[in-house]
């Protein structure tokens, strides 16, 4: 089946006990058992509930992996994966990683004895050259947020394989509709649900996909273990979203452009990172690797103050954080997103105080480009 059929009906078929075309929420904490050692395959929600299976069933398929487990947040989602880790692992993690995943790393596993290497893994000899003996797992954001840097997977799949290392791919800014890096080499996908999967700004939660049954398993382990699995209602919701999944990211992407070529020809811009534009670094490469381009772009304002002013003029896109919405959300990554980043750490890789992230959503083009147009007067 194509990917708009399987996004509405793998994992969210009608209820058999009544014809419902929408699965009723389980808005259950325990289940009633048949006899003693036998039930309907269900006993605890904590374990396992029938929203939660029919949701990771969807984003398995569309992600095409072996299996999916969703959890109560993307951070949720990334830590179990972490957690596959001992301590004396050594993990490459991209170089301009989101600011939760660095704080992650650096404040909480580190101190389980996980050890860190950020890298710019847009480069593969910079890959290459930091793969150590202990050397276990490569973490790769493609694009990286907010600055938009790409990787290609394959060529790091490449590397993994040769070394035996486990390859994870953070697919939230692209959604398998655009980006699928399983079919690239990698072996585990992950993915913050609250933002395109969900895509309405009504949920949060985190998702896994896998390729090989060994983290099948511990994954499952991990998730029932620390009970952080996504509960039935939030399951119920992103379910829901990913049923428009494909029509929204198509238009996404050709807002997403409009935005980007506006903002590349206005004077008050310094520059604008979007891999869909010619002068992005790594454009050839997300050509190669994407079906889109989606619509997470950044640009460059001259210093905090201008992008003060710009941030406190805007009407229409929103002031706020998280992102993948309907709606146009803006934010200053310096100041939120990534600020538990060290202030030398985000100056190293581009991060600046005069970095705005734009997630551009569905409204009209035209209207957006008018109240950016206006704000950018203020500035």
């Known amino acids: 089946?194509?990917?708009?059929?399987?996004?509405?009906?793998?994992?969210?078929?009608?209820?058999?006990?009544?014809?419902?075309?929408?699965?009723?929420?389980?808005?259950?904490?325990?289940?009633?058992?048949?006899?003693?050692?036998?039930?309907?395959?269900?006993?605890y929600a904590r374990t396992a509930h029938p929203n939660r299976r029919g949701l990771e069933r969807c984003v398995a398929k569309l992600e095409g992996g072996r299996a999916a487990f969703v959890f109560s947040s993307g951070m949720a989602g990334i830590d179990a994966v972490f957690r596959l880790l001992r301590p004396g692992d050594h993990v490459i993690v991209s170089q301009a990683v989101y600011g939760g995943v660095f704080r992650l790393a650096t404040q909480l596993l580190a101190h389980f004895g996980l050890d860190f290497s950020f890298v710019d893994t847009s480069c593969l000899e910079n890959v290459a050259k930091a793969i150590q003996a202990s050397t276990k797992m490569i973490y790769v954001e493609t694009p990286t947020n907010p600055t938009m840097i790409i990787t290609d997977i394959a060529g790091v799949a490449k590397l993994a394989a040769e070394r035996k290392l486990t390859l994870v791919v953070d697919n939230t800014f692209l959604s398998p509709y655009f980006q699928q890096p399983l079919a690239l080499g990698a072996h585990i996908v992950v993915h913050s649900m609250t933002k395109y999967l969900n895509g309405h700004s009504d949920a949060v939660g985190g998702a896994v996909i896998l390729a090989r049954q060994e983290d099948t398993e511990r994954i499952y382990f991990l998730q029932r273990s620390a009970g952080s699995g996504l509960a039935p209602m939030d399951c119920f919701l992103v379910a829901r979203g990913i049923k428009t999944l494909a029509v929204r990211m198509a238009q996404h992407n050709t807002n997403g452009m409009a935005i980007a070529r506006y903002l590349e020809a206005h004077p008050k811009v310094k520059r604008v990172l979007y891999?869909?534009?010619?002068?992005?670094?790594?454009?050839?490469?997300?050509q190669r690797q994407q079906r889109g381009f989606g619509a997470m772009l950044c640009f460059d304002l001259d210093g905090l103050e201008a992008a003060r002013r710009l941030l406190n003029s805007v009407k229409l896109c929103s002031l706020a954080e998280s992102l993948g919405g309907v709606e146009t959300l803006i934010s200053l990554p310096a100041l939120m997103t990534h600020a538990s980043m060290?202030?030398?750490?985000?100056?190293?890789?581009?991060?600046?105080?005069?970095?705005?992230?734009?997630?551009?959503?569905?409204?009209?083009?035209?209207?957006?480009?008018?109240?950016?147009?206006?704000?950018?007067?203020?500035?």
Request: proline share 10%; hydrophobic share 35%.
């Open 342 to 379: 060290p202030p030398a750490v985000r100056q190293q890789i581009g991060i600046t105080e005069g970095l705005v992230r734009l997630s551009v959503g569905l409204e009209d083009a035209e209207d957006l480009i008018a109240d950016l147009d206006q704000a950018l007067a203020k500035v």
């Open 1 to 43: 089946m194509g990917f708009s059929t399987d996004a509405i009906h793998v994992g969210q078929e009608p209820d058999p006990s009544t014809g419902s075309i929408v699965p009723p929420i389980y808005q259950t904490s325990t289940y009633v058992q048949e006899e003693l050692g036998k039930n309907k395959g269900y006993d």
């Open 275 to 286: 891999p869909g534009l010619p002068s992005h670094p790594q454009h050839e490469i997300a």
